[in-house]
């Protein structure tokens, strides 16, 4: 019952960061951003398994492992906008938010263009 003892440690984490933020913001954030790192510390276990999963299939199906570490790259690219997103929105700055936002879905796309190309490619190799 892991997500038992994540949801706990958040309820903590929460429960200290709302006494703090009324005498230090500043310790109320930090409290948050420690909760989120060791919240996503522990999920490390569960992403390397997804991982060697992935790279598994990937091998089975006797494809390129440059596409999967694409793949890898732009869900790390998500996670962390997200996480970095959110740690922005927490300390009241939703502009900073929105710019990290914006970031990431660039750098997405711009990690996407080679998949992209390799399905625009596959998909013209039928087309007579």
Known sequence: MEIVQIVALALIATFFAV?????????????GTVAGVIIFLRLMGYLA???QFLTEVTLQ?????????TLLKIMGIAYL???????????????????VEFAGKLLILVMALPLLAAVL???LNFVP
């Open 19 to 31: 006494l703090l933020r009324e005498q230090n913001p500043v310790y109320a954030m930090f409290v």
């Open 49 to 51: 398994g997804v991982f």
């Open 61 to 69: 199906a006797n494809i390129s492992m440059v596409y999967l570490n």
């Open 81 to 99: 906008a997200e996480f970095g997103s959110q740690i922005c929105r927490d300390a009241g700055e939703g502009v900073i938010a929105g710019k």
């Open 121 to 123: 490619e596959t998909i």
